[in-house]
């Protein structure tokens, strides 16, 4: 049984950091893409972060760029996402995504993730 289970969030004053992990169990995705999204309250999911199984493919939401950091450790079959400057506007529930095959493109949709972790609330005060 596949599992992709977050941690590291909570609440954070704005211009703080906090760094998500995603651990992903029952099978490896040394080789395929993973990403992060996020979600609040009445608002669809959206597309925050990913990277490639090589690593050469890592892409931003527009908002997040230069702030956030997205990072993968194969061995451990974990994705990370590290968050600086963290402003009240990046306040979700972030989830962790996972492809079981590859698409063609950029995998920025909901669509384009197998797998989801449960997701974990990051709150941002001012």
């Known amino acids: 049984q596949v599992q992709l289970v977050e941690s590291g969030g909570g609440l954070v004053q704005a211009g703080g950091s906090l760094r998500l992990s995603c651990a992903a169990s029952?099978?490896?995705?040394?080789?395929?893409?993973m990403g992060w999204f996020r979600q609040s309250p009445g608002k669809e999911r959206d597309f925050v972060a990913g990277i490639s199984g090589t690593e050469r493919g890592i892409y931003y939401r527009d908002s997040v760029e230069g702030r956030f950091t997205v990072s993968r450790d194969s061995a451990k079959n974990t994705v990370y996402l590290q968050m600086n400057n963290l402003k009240p506007e990046d306040t979700a529930v972030y989830y962790c995504?996972?492809?079981?095959?590859?698409?063609?493109?950029?995998?920025?949709?909901?669509?384009?993730?197998?797998?989801w972790g449960q997701g974990t609330q990051v709150t941002v005060s001012s």
């Open positions: 029952g099978r490896t995705f040394s080789k395929k893409f």
């Open positions: 995504a996972a492809q079981a095959y590859v698409r063609f493109g950029v995998p920025s949709s909901a669509d384009d993730y197998d797998y």
